[in-house]
């Protein structure tokens, strides 16, 4: 066997066993009012956690973290409320930078509109 394709079967061989691997609930806590405010939270064996807090139907917050198979914790919070699901993380793509000549574009447009006619 080529040594590229040992590695490959190594890294399979690894991969598998990690995804085979059992995950048992360490620690669990919830609690539900007759309001409807609720929260709850739980620690798993591989190290994940969840927890969340808010009301019903109305908004909530929270965060959850885990391991990425690259070995990088992973940490996401976010709200939930009339204005959406908004998470926050390192881990959550951006988009890049408005370029200036765009931002002094969108400026010149909006301070020199026209009358609706």
Known sequence: MKPQTELFIVV????????SQEVE???QEQNIEPDGTYSHR????????????????????????????????IRITYTADENGYNPQGDAI?????????????????????????
């Open 25 to 27: 609930v360490v620690e």
């Open 93 to 117: 793509p951006q988009p890049p930078p408005i370029p200036e000549a765009i931002l002094r574009a969108l400026e010149y447009i909006r301070t020199h509109a026209r009358p609706e006619q």
């Open 42 to 73: 739980y620690r798993l064996t591989d190290g994940t956690e969840v927890q969340e807090q808010g009301k019903g139907g109305v908004s909530a917050t929270g965060g959850y973290s885990y391991t990425s198979p690259e070995g990088e914790v």
């Open 12 to 19: 399979l061989l690894l991969a598998s066993s990690a995804i």
